[in-house]
């Protein structure tokens, strides 16, 4: 089964904290887990990417933790900012193939 | 590089009736991917076509249909809508050699009335 398990569906920060959204997936085949970014009225945009045989990429303010172990991935938003408040999927696929299974989104709001 | 484009932006429907929506890829990308985004459901997958040919499609009844252009321009079609259609469809595009990173377009909104 193809699922994708995110949590939590809303986060609250205050500025400059940390944000941290989790993800879970089933399917021991996906090796590729992308991070996408949605504001309201526009269309998804990819954040950050990691695949398996790495447990960490980093990129700016941005990181993702990986464990294939435990089939889970987070992405960590540090030092917060109100304009990073918007709604962020996490998503897993395929080498190659460009089907994509997301989690059900989280709502992060930044509060100044 | 102009992003990916959908086309109309907004559309309202009554119950019964078909729609055409458009998506105009990246220029030089050759897969477009379409979802559908509802609040209750997230984003699913709705179908994938490549160099004009659906290579891969998610768990969506009939009525949705798909085609794509010799020019990779794509359209996806639902006949007979239903209320539980009314949601943001999105479309995405990505690189030649079916690379990963998916580029969405702003979307259609659709609603059935």
């Known amino acids: 089964q193809q699922q994708v398990k995110q949590s939590p569906q809303s986060l609250i920060v205050q500025k400059g904290g940390i944000s941290i959204i989790n993800c879970a997936y089933e399917?021991?085949?996906?090796?590729?887990f992308p991070w996408y970014q949605q504001f309201p009225g526009k269309g998804p945009a990819l954040l950050i990417a990691?695949?398996?045989?790495?447990s960490e990429k980093k990129e700016g303010r941005f990181t993702i933790s990986f464990n294939k172990s435990a089939k889970q991935f987070s992405l960590h938003i540090m030092d917060s900012q109100p304009g990073d408040s918007a709604t962020y999927f996490c998503a897993a696929g395929f080498s190659g193939y460009s089907t994509l299974t997301f989690g059900k989104g989280t709502m992060l709001l930044v509060s100044p | 590089k102009a992003g990916v484009t959908q086309t109309p932006r907004y559309l309202i429907k009554t119950r019964g009736q078909q729609v055409t929506l458009s998506c105009s890829p990246i220029s030089g990308h050759r897969s477009v991917s379409w979802y559908q985004q509802t609040p209750g459901q997230g984003l699913q997958f709705l179908f994938e076509y490549f160099s004009e040919t659906q290579r891969n499609k998610g768990n969506f009844p009939g009525r949705f249909s798909g085609r794509q252009f010799s020019n990779s321009r794509s359209e996806m079609n639902v006949s007979t809508l239903e209320l539980g259609d009314s949601a943001l469809y999105l479309c995405?595009?990505?690189?030649?050699?079916?690379?990963?990173?998916?580029?969405f377009g702003p979307g259609t909104r659709l609603t059935v009335l």
């Open positions: 399917n021991t085949a996906f090796d590729y």
């Open positions: 995405a595009s990505s690189g030649t050699t079916g690379t990963d990173t998916q580029y």
């Open positions: 990691i695949r398996p045989d790495v």
